[in-house]
């Protein structure tokens, strides 16, 4: 019984030794040197090349390193009866409601302008805009959207909702379904995505629907690249349909040193940072649901496969 | 009975429209045009040429248009028996307090440094720096700076304080007075400046001052642009004392388009925004101290002309 960590674009060490600090006896290998294949009885992967997991025929678990479950669904040769679980990182949440707040208020500060002025030392002080004249909208009131809403809400904004299921949040005004969403972008001056990915989801953030919000309208896409039509988001800061941008996540990662986004000056860029789960945190679960798929037990956080999250 | 309004580098009309929205019968003029001199009984100034305050002889008070009054004191052609005012704009504590938790923020996030890759499309995510890792020291705990303190710990940072004066601010370690200055700055990582400006605290950021701070420190200052002497910080930055700066207050305002501060890549310029003064949310005050001054009655926010604030 062993545990396989696969991953691509992070460092797989932090982990094992993360791991090996809850339980110095397990047995960790860390691929593509993963010795015996059929030892592998649970797989902690991120950015797994495609096929891979066919190779373990003992394969019961697999866990994200992160909140999304995106980067494993794509992959076709999936095995099938695989138990699919995700990372709650309970320090995410603060960490994400940071970096959410700091972008809010670097808009509402001019915080992307001022900068872009500093190369040609103009000074042009702007009122920040109000509090009271901006709605927040979240997309998506899952575990971090919920918090993120409340947390939004307790600081004094207007702050509306969506998702796909009925959610009751105090003091945030919750649309559920297509059917509302129209109203929801109507009443957004500031859109949080912070859906899953699925078939649903993608493209959401797309001409026609981000057209529909109120203006200043501004954008921040802390959910997936494949979230956003990069066509139509700029051709909608072209039309002043949207004031700008704050982009931390991208189809493609790293973003390629040559997108367009790199250099607009009303997109903020930042490198997949909203949200860095930290091995530390969240070691215990992990090794938990390492411990409870060996003796056939429930799973924490276990993946809906017919809801992708 | 005539209030003058007299400023540079702000309009005045914000402020009479503010005034007569409070009393439409008020007798409102704005320098140059002041007509007779001896009709003007209060001045609400910002900026005013020294010397102008010497032209009108039953001038009785003086109000400034912003918390600081060193802009009036700087005047050597100050007449005496004056009495002098400040502004407690009560909105201000909040737009100062989202300015400075924003600028730590975007330092713990790196924004800056994020800012900078993006000319060059470079991708390089970092893990922001931790809370627990850092203390906020806060210079001067007058009004707004214990708020600032109180604040900032209500957010789960480490706090320490500092002023001539002793304090008792829950949750806030404060240091007092010159022998316990070194302390302060041995505890801090990040420095905010939030002193009145005076003689003795006039380049009180300076090269000894700044290089005892905790590392990695970093200064945010929205005191004065006098309380900080620039080549020292060209040095602290240099030899990797300080690890950046977030400057909104300047020497000279505007800042000037050749200033090297501009272009230094771990200065952060921001245009003197981070108390913006709103006429509307002051006006009240203003008008009330116009009228007591008529009355001979005491003054709201009068300054102890010893201390200078």
Redesign the interface.
């Known amino acids: 019984m062993t545990l396989l960590v696969i991953c691509q674009n992070k460092e797989p060490q932090p982990w094992v030794d993360a791991l090996m600090k809850i339980d110095s006896r397990l047995d960790i290998r860390i691929w593509p040197d993963e010795g015996e294949p059929n030892d592998i009885t649970f797989a902690l992967v991120w950015q797994h090349p495609h096929g891979v997991l066919q190779r373990y025929p003992n394969l019961k678990t697999v866990s994200s390193m992160g909140a999304g479950v995106d980067h494993i669904l794509q992959d076709p040769q999936l095995p099938s009866g695989l138990k699919l679980v995700r990372i709650i990182d309970p320090g995410l949440v603060d960490?994400m409601f940071?970096?959410l707040?700091?972008a809010v208020?670097?808009y509402?500060?001019?915080?992307?302008r001022?900068?872009n002025?500093?190369?040609?030392?103009?000074?042009?002080?702007?009122?920040?805009l109000k509090k009271s004249a901006l709605t927040i909208g979240v997309m998506g009131l899952g575990q971090l959207g919920e918090v993120v809403a409340s947390r939004f809400a307790a600081q004094n904004f207007k702050v509306v909702g969506w998702s796909t299921s009925e959610k009751n949040i105090p003091q945030v005004t919750a649309f559920v379904g297509e059917s509302q969403q129209k109203e929801f972008f109507n009443r957004t001056n500031i859109l949080i995505n912070l859906l899953p990915l699925t078939d649903a989801t993608r493209s959401i953030l797309n001409a026609v629907n981000l057209s529909q919000l109120k203006k200043p309208a501004y954008l921040i896409n802390v959910g997936r690249g494949q979230h956003l039509v990069e066509d139509d988001l700029r051709h909608l800061l072209e039309s002043e349909k949207l004031s700008g941008a704050c982009l931390d996540v991208f189809s493609e990662?790293?973003?390629?040193?040559?997108?367009w986004f790199?250099?607009h000056p009303q997109i903020?860029?930042?490198?997949?940072?909203s949200s860095?789960t930290?091995p530390d945190r969240v070691a215990p679960q992990i090794v938990q649901n390492y411990q409870q798929t060996f003796l056939g037990l429930p799973l924490l956080n276990q993946v809906d496969l017919n809801r992708g999250y």
């Open positions: 960490d940071d970096y707040s700091m208020a670097s509402r500060h001019h915080q992307h001022y900068f002025y500093q190369a040609s030392g103009r000074w042009s002080p702007d009122a920040p990662e790293p973003l390629s040193v040559d997108h790199w250099r903020k860029v930042t490198p997949h940072v860095l930290q």
